[in-house]
């Protein structure tokens, strides 16, 4: 089912860079047959792996029970333990978002734009999978699945690095993964799982430029800034989401308290939440909007006139205006109009998500074109900063870098785009 | 005129980073205010740069005299002196390129696409400036401008290091540059020009990630390797043109011996240039093909089989199929039908240009969908391969990088988007 070689090889090699490149190249020979397949055959591949991911419950159930007994052991954190936790109503939402996925539209293929020369040479733009992208990821067993989904669906092989914790877990899903999508016709080879939880192996995808085309970070900062600060490999993530929320002196008062809430508090740990408000100096319920969060459960740290209006209201640090909470905790600062907001943003936003509240819609129009964030909102909840809300039915993750793809990344990110010239002979003068 | 800190910095500074560092945070503010101008204030002040710059042909033509004269002293081979040399027709010839570019469309501001969500909220993709482009260039001066024009139009500040022996020149253009862009409102911090030649100065650009958001190599291939080699900072770059052209069974004998000698001769130094000939063993006319070739001047390494077709091939080597000659030398291989010759290409290809000519469609658009490199054509000499030729006005390079942009980029890979939510007050449930 899989290449011998490579097989022999990755249980055998104890040497991460030789079983990363074997396993990259074999990746690379897989992506190209996976890539001249047809969007309906790759659809249907992954119906079938959904279909072997439910036939293969008790498998993966099993595998999952080791992995919890041995986090237990290890005393992993009860957040953790319920990350990695598996059971049949968990096992059939992941196959369900594989065939959510194979149902997507697929990209691979659309023509982007198309021109002629005066020449006669007729010149197009299509859309064509990355290559290979390496996803390196922690203790949810669910990604071992989406990945694998979203890079396929477009065309992409996957070499998946799963966290030590979820081991049994990973293996067993991604063994009923590649046994559904080989009887699709896909080559085993184009959703690798890495046989070692050798830390080395990590570095070893870092560092192979050429081998694989682009890594995916998927989980918390420690691992994200580990690649972003190794990688030779372009890397798709972001870092930070220190979002702000600017209310507006032209804010509606209700919209204001409920899109504020909602982005600090609905869930806290995600990196759409807020981190910072900034009240506009005129917006006149300053002190109704600042109570109504610290009312909620919401420790507020504020400047010296933020906390003039509410005697709960810490004094925030400097370092307050960088840093991201993901807790119920909000650094709040007053600033004097859109000027000094849009300053304030420059200075401490990492790009990810930052929103005004107002009914001015041109002020709105204005932060909507100078805030620099991969994604800039006007009354809305930073919280809709997801692929799914934002309509890409799934995300491989979210970018605040400034290249290639930015904000949500769904299947149109994990493609690139080649020229096509057609001509009649033409020569160069 | 310019940042005085900054300036101060530029003069006195021994350490490199702290240099970068300073005009990379100068060259940040700068690109704010020129993404806030409008596209047609960037145009004039684009067109007053060129005035500019024809009313400083003295001055810079003087700068010009003393680093050819520099050169000539050092030895400097006759090919780069001439790359150095400016005379009143170059000049000329520099201004109105920058005209060009100012006369492009300006990508920045376009809508990408946009839905509505059933929700209400509205999704906007539109393009914006990727920040701050570092280039790095050797010995030509045209490209202190071209590579400044270009950054301009799309919104980005530059920040620009040309090769010691071109110094003069460059600070000249660079004046005469700055000072038509300051009249046209430019911030002058917006296009810098390092002050320095210590070449410790390339790696603490090639290492500013986050202060610098593109690096764009200009040069030879030492230079590019060592940005690729060295950079944290992305790179748009393309290393090798190992080119092919396929001359399938079913090619017209004229088309296919008027596009192999257009392709490989008509200038045999630039990236688009063909490096290796596949001839169908079905392929009735080889000898004379190869023939062609040699009568031409072209030196011919081939295969035992091409080696049979005529006393004078030499043979080639196995080194032969991954060098980019870029001289007046082919290497030569007889393959038998299209998955032989789909199979060397992916073999070999360095990902640039790759050709079919053939008058069978199916088996061109077979080639045109599985050949996997930036540029994919039919029946069209590769020398084709080039922004101007495409219809793109003009190019800041050619990427053979998988991700952002492939192929010639021009005023489009020098944009990246963002998303724009437009709401009435939504929360997330």
Redo the contacts between chains.
């Keep these: 089912m899989t290449n011998t070689a490579t097989q022999t090889l990755r249980s055998d090699s104890t040497d991460p860079e030789a079983l990363v490149a074997a396993m990259a190249r074999s990746a690379r020979v897989a992506q ?1 047959q996976l ?2 397949m047809t969007s309906a055959e790759r659809a249907a591949a992954l119906h079938r792996a959904a279909d072997r991911l439910e036939a293969s419950a008790d498998a993966v159930l099993e595998a999952n029970a080791k992995d919890l007994a041995a986090g237990e052991a290890r005393g992993l954190a009860k957040a953790m333990l319920d990350r990695l936790a598996l059971n049949p109503e968990r096992l059939a939402g992941i196959a369900a978002a594989v065939r959510a996925v194979a149902d997507l539209p697929d990209p691979v293929g659309q023509v982007i734009d198309t ?1 002629t ?1 005066p020449n006669g ?1 007729k ?1 197009q733009r299509i859309r ?1 999978p ?2 290979t992208i390496g996803i390196i990821y922690e203790s949810r067993p669910n990604v071992t699945a989406d990945a694998a989904a979203l890079c396929v669906r477009a065309g992409n092989a996957a070499l998946l690095r799963g966290g030590s914790e979820a081991v049994h877990s990973n293996r067993a899903i991604h063994a009923a993964l590649v046994e559904g999508l080989a009887e699709g016709g896909v080559p085993a080879d184009a959703v690798q799982l890495m046989p070692t939880q050798d830390r080395a192996a990590v570095g070893a995808m870092l560092a192979a430029a050429g081998l694989i ?2 890594i995916v970070p998927r989980g918390g900062k420690s691992l994200v800034a580990r690649v972003q600060a190794d990688a030779r490999v ?1 890397v798709l993530a972001h870092l930070d989401g220190i979002n702000h929320t600017y209310v507006h002196a032209a804010a ?1 008062a209700g ?1 204001a308290a ?2 504020a ?3 600090k508090l ?1 869930r806290t740990g995600i990196c759409g939440a807020m981190e910072t408000l900034l009240i506009d100096a005129d917006f006149p319920q300053a002190r109704e909007l600042v109570g109504a969060l610290i009312d909620k459960g919401c420790e507020v740290r504020g400047d010296d006139r933020i906390r003039a209006l509410d005697g709960r209201v810490i004094a925030a640090s400097a370092n307050d205006w960088d840093t991201e909470y993901l807790d119920a905790v909000l650094s709040v600062a007053m600033v004097d109009g859109i000027d000094a907001a849009l300053a304030h943003i ?1 200075r401490h936003s990492s790009g990810h998500t930052d929103a005004i509240v107002t009914a001015d819609d041109a002020a ?1 129009e204005r932060f ?3 805030v ?10 930073s ?2 900063a997801d692929g799914g ?3 890409l039915g799934a995300e491989i993750g979210i970018a605040t ?4 793809a ?3 990344v769904a299947l149109e990110g994990l493609t ?13 003068p």
């Design positions: 190209r890539a001249a021109h020369q040479l010149f064509v990355i290559g085309d682009m372009p509606d919209m409920s899109i809430l909602n982005a609905r420059a709105a909507l074109a100078e620099d964030s991969a994604i800039v909102m006007h009354n809305a909840s919280q809709f809300e934002f309509g870098g400034r290249l290639h930015r904000g949500p690139t785009y080649k020229w096509q010239v057609r001509g009649q002979g033409q020569t160069r």
